[in-house]
């Protein structure tokens, strides 16, 4: 087997194995496709996703559901005010041990797994909401002088709702930046209430199988890093995320007017993970502008700090990427 | 959807990846050469009609050029050798040709300048047939040299699309007709009157063809003797003697004795300001500076003769009605020097300097003086005054340097060398600055300010002193009383309307309420005791 076709194995691999589970995520989930496909990618490209929608929209189903898809450690928090850091990461606690005698003892805090659903995060003081930090970005959690590695894949999936913000602590932007993929989860359309009424309210139940488990996904995740990427497209995604900073020279005028804070080098790093997931999906083994623009959006839209003025004028982050989509081309692009 | 590794070629034929053709990675970089070669040609196309478009926009105003140029050389034909060399009808040919001649030329410019990328080109058919970038990444990985397993098989899968993009044939180029723009359609009338200017100015006599051949023709035998003879007597005293002088005007009469004597004068004074070279090294002697300066001054004055008639008419008929005839010369020496501050500076100083605005004020209001002494024809008191300044005032002006530049503008704007800079802030190079000198306070202000005198040192004595107590008696408490008065404006809390409204309410409907009592009780009264 020569390295090419080594690369077409793997990449025949990851697109067999992205459809299964989005096959599995599919009997549960009705509809929302870009969710599923931006949740997986994600997941696939090892970053977090913050899933953002009213109540009701099945964000917390897709997420327990692809749990159950792919053979992870699962687990759920329910951010709440009064959540301490204490109660997701793990304390110390008092036990009995056989003798008779008490020691101390670390009780691992629902953290810890493979999987993690933070339903409602928004809903946790920022206090606990930092406690996801070094989690995220570190994969692992520190109490006291313990350092817990986690193990990969590790993935958090956060929920947020848009609408009530009374009682809730706006996620700080480390905490936004953290997330590779911030997903709009919309409504359904009308054909898809009928199917979703026929898998709830009748009396079949659905099973949802495991396609794939940890092991296979880290491989599946050094696949993607594999993906080779031009310079055309990695200069592309340079320019898109420069042209999310206010100030910058490759700043349309609505970025630099609406925006007072842009995207980090963390927003290049998920564009060309991203596009590379993109890539494998489309058959192909180098990353190209189009799959960066794909992924732009929900990759960049939760990296741009809008100012009072976009507020006020009541600008979207998603209307200034799509005006550094129209501004930014890629390199040795040629007009139509 | 195809698995990733089952490639089939856009004809639907099963690709055999890898080395099928013999060739590492089938071939693939001999198509994207190829692929390469025909972009850079639709691009060249492209640019060139681009370009051609462009340039043909300002076909009116290139349209402009040829006109122009006819127009100057022929206006400069008028007073001179004209230097339009093209006839007519060749001028009219160039003028409709020369536009487009210039139109093609910058297109042609353009396209040779144009610097197609390699990668431009490969992005071309990548988005004529939405490859995703295949070509550029294959060109890119191959051209470093593939290293991963990812980058062979992107070399590898894009050997079927370069194929494909092999065969497709590239759209024509189509560019949006050129346009004239309608605010230049005046530009083109323009020029075709311009062009009829030019071509009647060609056509028209020179006005000034005589005068260049006189100036040529006659030498000017006087002032060339009054410079030898200067020279000559360049050894001798600075003090002119009377002999000297005399012979000087003598020369100076024989000449303005001869016929049209005076035209040749103003035509000897043209080609003496042609000949300054000689007037400067007059000039410079200060030996000689009298016999110099009345050579200058005679060459000085008959060029303002010629060139002042207009500016100053009423001079030159004064000079034939002076009575004392025995001085001819005195007034033919007199009437430059009142006459021309120009020409006159020029020949006693440096000779380079040809406004009358350079000279001091101080040599104006003499000159003045002068020209009033002339009016009263004072023969005797100008020929002292001609003397004394002959002698004493005026060789000091050819020594004389630049007057102190009293221009304001900021230092080191002009940091080049001047060879008259003085070290007193005349013209030098970096010195000029005036700006602060000027803002310095005109009223003298004191340098020091009164103050208090030192009060001196403060000495501080210290005496050791017992602490005494002070007895001091308790104040009985006693009854402050009960306030009579009002105790002033309490203020209580404002209410919500709608609350204010309740309660207005509450104490009207209890107001009417008693109301209604009090009426309904003396009529139950009265009627209790009506019954």
């Known amino acids: 087997m020569t390295t090419a076709d080594e690369a077409r194995a793997r990449a025949a691999e990851f697109k067999a194995v992205f459809a299964k589970v989005k096959a599995e995520v599919g009997k549960m989930v009705v509809g929302q496709e870009h969710v599923v496909d931006g949740v997986l990618t994600a997941m696939m490209a090892g970053g977090h996703v913050l899933l953002e929608g009213v109540p009701g929209l099945g964000k917390t189903l897709l997420v327990r559901t692809l749990s159950e898809a792919v053979s992870l450690a699962f687990s759920r928090i329910q951010f709440t005010p009064d959540m301490m850091p204490a109660d997701i990461q793990g304390t110390m606690v008092l036990t009995e041990t056989a003798g008779g005698g008490h020691e101390l003892t670390f009780q691992q805090g629902p953290l810890i797994a493979n999987l993690i659903l933070a339903d409602e995060i928004n809903r946790a003081t920022p206090k606990t909401q930092s406690a996801l930090l070094e989690a995220m970005q570190e994969k692992q959690v520190t109490v006291g002088r313990r350092t817990i590695h986690l193990e990969e894949p590790y993935c958090v999936m956060a929920t947020q709702n848009p609408v009530e913000q009374e009682g809730t602590y706006p996620l700080p932007e480390a905490q936004l930046d953290r997330f590779l993929f911030k997903l709009i989860v919309g409504y359904p359309a009308e054909s898809e209430y009928h199917a979703i009424l026929d898998r709830t309210t009748g009396a079949d139940d659905v099973d949802i199988e495991h396609v794939t488990n940890g092991e296979e996904i880290r491989q599946l995740r050094s696949t993607v890093r594999a993906v080779a990427e031009p310079e055309a497209a990695r200069t592309f995604a340079i320019r898109l995320v420069l042209a999310t900073q206010p100030g910058s020279e490759l700043a349309p005028s609505s970025v630099s007017e609406c925006a007072s804070l842009g995207s980090s080098p963390r927003g290049v790093q998920g564009l060309i993970l991203g596009g590379k997931v993109q890539a494998l999906l489309d058959d192909r083994f180098a990353v190209s502008a189009d799959d960066i623009r794909a992924v732009a959006l929900p990759v960049l839209r939760h990296r741009i700090l809008l100012n009072f003025r976009a507020q006020a004028n009541n600008v979207s982050a998603d209307e200034l990427v799509e005006d550094v989509l129209k501004s930014v081309q890629p390199p040795h692009a040629i007009a139509a | ?531």
Request: hydrophobic letters at 35%.
């Open chain 2, 1 to 531: 959807m195809v698995e990733a590794g089952d490639h089939k070629d856009p004809a639907g034929d099963q690709i055999t990846p890898g080395r099928a053709r013999g060739r590492p990675y089938g071939g693939v970089d001999g198509d994207l050469e190829e692929i390469v070669r025909r972009g850079r040609g639709q691009l060249r196309a492209w640019a060139a009609k681009e370009a051609l478009g462009k340039a043909f926009a300002h076909l009116f105003p290139a349209a402009m050029v040829v006109p122009c140029l006819a127009l100057i050389g022929n206006l400069i034909g008028l007073v001179g050798p004209s230097l339009w060399p093209f006839a007519t009808v060749t001028t009219a040919v160039l003028a409709l040709v020369a536009p487009f001649v210039i139109v093609a030329v910058y297109a042609l410019v353009v396209v040779l300048r144009e610097k197609t990328d390699r990668r431009v080109c490969l992005a071309l058919f990548d988005k004529l047939l939405d490859l995703r970038g295949r070509l550029q990444a294959a060109d890119e990985f191959l051209s470093r040299g593939p290293v991963s397993p990812f980058e062979h098989a992107a070399v590898e899968d894009a050997g079927p699309f370069a194929r494909q993009a092999l065969e497709t044939e590239l759209p024509p180029v189509r560019t949006p007709p050129p346009v004239l723009k309608a605010r230049r359609w005046p530009l083109g009338a323009v020029s075709v009157l311009v062009l009829g200017a030019a071509l009647l100015l060609g056509d028209a006599p020179s006005l000034a063809v005589d005068a260049p051949v006189a100036l040529v023709d006659e030498q000017p035998t006087e002032l060339v003797a009054l410079a030898e003879t200067a020279m000559e007597e360049e050894s001798e005293p600075p003090v002119p003697k009377e002999s000297s002088r005399r012979s000087l005007d003598g020369q100076r009469m024989a000449a303005q004795s001869e016929p049209g004597s005076e035209g040749e004068r103003d035509r000897a004074a043209r080609s003496q300001t042609g000949t300054g070279d000689t007037r400067s090294s007059f000039a410079k002697s200060s030996t000689a500076a009298s016999l110099a300066r009345q050579a200058g001054k005679a060459a000085a004055g008959a060029s303002g003769e010629g060139s002042s008639k207009k500016e100053k008419p009423r001079e030159r008929p004064a000079k034939p009605r002076r009575e004392n005839p025995s001085r001819p010369e005195e007034a033919k020496e007199e009437e430059p020097e009142t006459s021309k501050g120009v020409s006159g500076g020029t020949g006693r100083s440096s000779g380079s300097r040809t406004s009358s605005s350079d000279q001091p004020p101080a040599d104006d209001k003499a000159r003045n003086d002068e020209a009033e002494g002339d009016a009263t024809d004072d023969a005797e008191e100008e020929e002292d005054e001609e003397q004394k300044g002959a002698s004493t005032s005026k060789p000091m002006l050819n020594n004389r340097k630049a007057a102190v530049d009293r221009s304001l503008s900021p230092s080191g704007l002009s940091d080049q060398e001047n060879d008259q800079a003085n070290g007193r802030g005349g013209p030098s190079g970096l010195k000029k600055t005036r700006g602060v000198a000027a803002m310095l306070l005109g009223v003298p202000m004191p340098d020091h300010l009164r103050g208090k005198s030192n009060p001196g040192r403060i000495k501080v004595e210290r005496e050791r002193a017992d602490p005494e107590p002070k007895t001091s008696l308790a104040a009985d408490a006693t009854n402050r009383g009960s306030r009579q008065e009002s105790i002033g404006y309490l203020p209580h809390l404002a209410l919500a309307p709608w609350m204010q409204d309740t309660v207005r309410d509450y104490f009207l409907a209890e107001r009417a309420r008693d109301l209604a009592g009090s009426d309904s009780a003396p009529t139950t009264t009265n009627s209790s005791g009506g019954t």
